[in-house]
């Protein structure tokens, strides 16, 4: 069967002579349009989602969670600061230009130049150098022994030297050209990005001949798109929309654990979140438990630490600020800290019933605080504001490096270098460098144990719970969810 879709009719057409035939077109509803399309600028889900499927990475990992080969066919770590990678010698770009070591290295160049800007530049900085050094060989220099380089590779997507370089980052962005298994049609603004498969592509072919990701921020919407066919896969539902899905015909829900900490971050250099007491008191009025429980009901646990157990540096018998809305109210009144206005930012991709809940909690332990509502974009920009002073008081947020390792969580999010940070603190700054640059994993867990230590001490961020993936879809797609959250189009299939 061939199966196309017109106005949200879905036509199925027999072809006797094509055994294992594939679906002409599928349709993603994502709560926003990608920030970017540039894989090393924004990673969120929006954004991850779509140019996960343009690019090829360094690695990648299987659906196991292993990591595996992908333009690097070989990795030899030499000495504790270099790593040898052995380049595939097959892959072309979009524009049927090869792909080379030489694309490999500016790759990494790229997203590791501090002029660039990249969001992502706390993952790589300890990379100083990506050089050329064969045929089909690049050598990566690191700042000392970086024990996490490999899974973070598995982030970083290569790619062609020769267009960006042409064309420039803001033209790169608009029509980027990668070497994976579909590649970018057209970008829509404000409505949905097409890419068609890619025919010549090197590795699993993909089973859509066009995919459109379309963005729906409500999410009523995005489910009556699912049960009416106009929509094939949906994201960001919660439990309660699980729960009505389930048993509907010609619609199933997938669910995944995932690596994301779903957390409640806390300037804490605007006063009066600079005074530790303040913070605490945020904390104690958060009732994490009831919130897992009485809210999400979809397979998420509560996280006394900014990691979940899958993680490197995870730290066993860690226990969070107790639940106390009493004693919470008590150092509110006693600071005086309901007298500042705090705006509370979330956006729609997130459950606003969290942030909802979240905020009923905080007022009722007397602080001032009302939510700030914006699109994906502003968000992020907002989180990365040029000042630490300027960045949101408190924020909703959901954290997954994809990397199983907690430097990947925990130095973006604390490390006072990092753009997304809001904690200034030289001693925590030094554990954190410690755990990412020790190649003994007893040192690294030793540092690791000091970070949750000196985190909680200091209430600088509150975890909230280990986040489940939901996803409501067509019964005729065939697709197993990961942990890390991935939309890879040629992993998936379609049944008539």
Known sequence: MIRTSIRGIVIATSLLSAPALMAQDFTVNLVNEPSTLDPHQQWNPDSYYVYRNIFDNV?????????????????????????????????????????????????????????????????????????????????LTTDGAYPVLLAQLVKLSVVPKHV???VGDEAFNNAPVGSGPYAFEAWNRGVDVTLTRNDDYWGDAGPFETASFVAVPDASTRVANLRAGTADLIVSIDSDIARQLEGQPGVQVLTAPTERVAFMGMNTTRPPLDDPQVRKAAMMAIDREGIVQGILAGGETVVDQMATPSHFGYVEGVEAIAYDPEEAARIVEETGAGETPMQFATSPVFDQRIVQAIQQMLTEAGFNVEISMTDMSTYLQAARAPEQTERPYLSFGRWSCACQDVDGVQFPLLHSSSSWSRVNDAELDGLLEQGRTSLDEDARMAAYTEVQKTVQDNAYILPLYQAVALYGASDKLEWTPTANESLFLNRMSWSE
Request: aromatic share 8%; net charge negative.
């Open 59 to 139: 690695v990648t990992r299987d659906d196991a969670g292993e990591i595996v080969p992908q333009i690097a066919t070989e990795w030899n770590q030499v000495s504790d600061t270099e790593m040898v990678l052995t380049i595939r010698d097959d892959v072309t770009f979009h524009d049927g230009e090869p792909l080379t070591a030489e694309d490999v290295a500016f790759s990494v160049q790229r997203i590791t130049n501090p002029d660039f800007g990249s969001p992502q530049l706390g993952q790589f900085n300890q990379i100083t150098g990506a050089e050329v050094t064969g045929d089909y060989e690049v050598t």
């Open 164 to 166: 960006v370089e042409d």
